[in-house]
């Protein structure tokens, strides 16, 4: 027998589904008995849909969020031998598709109210071989883009941005989506914007890029049989283009649920020893696609919380530079920020069909956890 159910899942996928269910039948169906599976309408319509939405002039369906990094990589210029700066705390993938261009990732540490990248930490890292940054906007909360964007002009460096976890984020106002050179999404199941399996995008208001990754995603070619360069296959197919567009209706609602739990959990455990909370930034509307704790106890809290029902995860517990796969990459400077989150960050539930009821059961699990022991 495997272990009983949490009384507060981390995340119920499945709900999504729940809700939109005579929708997203129907778009199911749609797709179906049209016999026209890539590369089709459904596509063009999300990607119009979406640009609009992140307030982009243009929108690239691909198969991951990792090929959208990487195909950005390539289409903004990176190339083997260069290097590209990334923060420290964050998922492989960032990482990952550095490598996959053939340049080198060099990490800079995270500001510790946000998580994201510290921009203050960005010039110091730089060489004559810095060709790129990719900031990511963290658990849904936006980095510090204007000062990002300010040292990419003034040292001729593009921006590629990771917008994985940020459906919807806002940065002074503006949507994210256009907010460098080129911007990478996500559709991975448990997003703000989930698909049913693996998809990505890439946005930009260079009409140069866009074109660059639609021959890229398609084997390097937008002719039939006519290959330009050597490119992937990395298409979103056209299911999860049209179950995409259902949710994206829906997307401003669910993320407002998500605020209304971060709400809750930033008023009510503000004052809770040890604990420290994320902070967004009074010209950041994170989407919280995450919400992300500090304890100097976490494994002991983490357990506590497991026998009290409450499901939580960690975000992330081996970072980039301790991985295996990172083994033979020569660290330039110690990196005691991104080690000490590992350690400490927890990632409670949250998403939009967390109950009230439920949210009421993590804190009460919370507050009786208590301090530090004695």
């Known amino acids: 027998m495997g272990e009983p159910m949490p009384q507060v899942p981390f995340l119920d996928v ?81 990482w990952l598709a ?8 060099v990490p800079v540490e995270p500001d510790p109210d946000s998580y994201n990248i510290d921009a203050t930490l960005i010039e110091a890292a730089m060489s004559p071989l810095t060709r790129a940054i990719i900031p990511v906007h963290l658990y849904g909360v936006p980095a510090d883009m204007a ?32 907010l460098g050179d080129a911007v990478c999404w996500s559709f991975y199941p448990a997003k703000n914007l989930g698909a049913m399996s693996d998809g990505g995008a890439v946005t930009t208001n260079s ?54 739990v971060a709400d809750r959990y930033l008023a009510s455990l503000r004052d809770h020893p040890d604990l420290i909370l994320p902070e967004a930034g009074p010209d950041r509307a994170a ?46 400077s110690p990196l005691p920020l991104a080690e000490r989150l590992a350690d400490e960050v927890l990632s409670l539930p949250i998403g939009p069909h967390l109950s009230p009821d439920q949210v009421d059961v993590v804190l009460g699990a919370i507050d009786q956890f208590g301090g530090r022991p004695t």
């Open 287 to 332: 989407v919280w696609h995450l919400f992300v704790v500090r304890h100097p106890d976490r494994d002991r809290l983490q357990r506590h919380l497991t026998e009290m029902g409450v499901q939580t995860l960690i975000h992330y517990p081996i970072p980039p530079h301790r991985q295996r796969a990172y083994a033979d990459l020569p660290m330039r």
């Open 14 to 94: 499945a709900a999504a589904y729940r809700e939109l269910e005579p929708d997203v039948d129907e778009a199911y169906q749609r797709v179906a008995a049209s016999g026209w599976y890539l590369l089709g309408d459904e596509l063009a319509a999300v990607e119009s849909e979406f640009a609009t939405y992140v307030q982009a002039n243009h929108a690239v369906g691909v198969g991951s969020g990792l090929d959208a990094l990487t195909l950005a990589l390539r289409a903004v210029g990176v190339r083997p031998g260069d290097e590209v700066i990334v923060p420290s705390h964050t998922y492989i993938a960032t």
């Open 147 to 178: 000062r990002i964007l300010q040292v990419a002009r003034e040292h001729d460096l593009r921006v590629v941005a990771d917008a994985a976890q940020a459906h919807g984020a806002r940065y002074q106002g503006h949507g994210v989506g256009s």
């Open 98 to 105: 550095v490598s996959a261009v053939g340049a080198t990732p």
């Open 207 to 260: 009409p140069r890029i866009a074109e660059r990754i639609r021959s890229l995603r398609n084997y390097g070619s937008t002719t039939k049989y006519v290959h330009d360069e050597r490119g992937a296959n990395s298409r979103l197919d056209e299911l999860q283009s049209a179950i995409l567009r259902v949710k994206l209706r829906r997307l401003d609602e669910w993320n407002q649920r998500r605020v209304d």
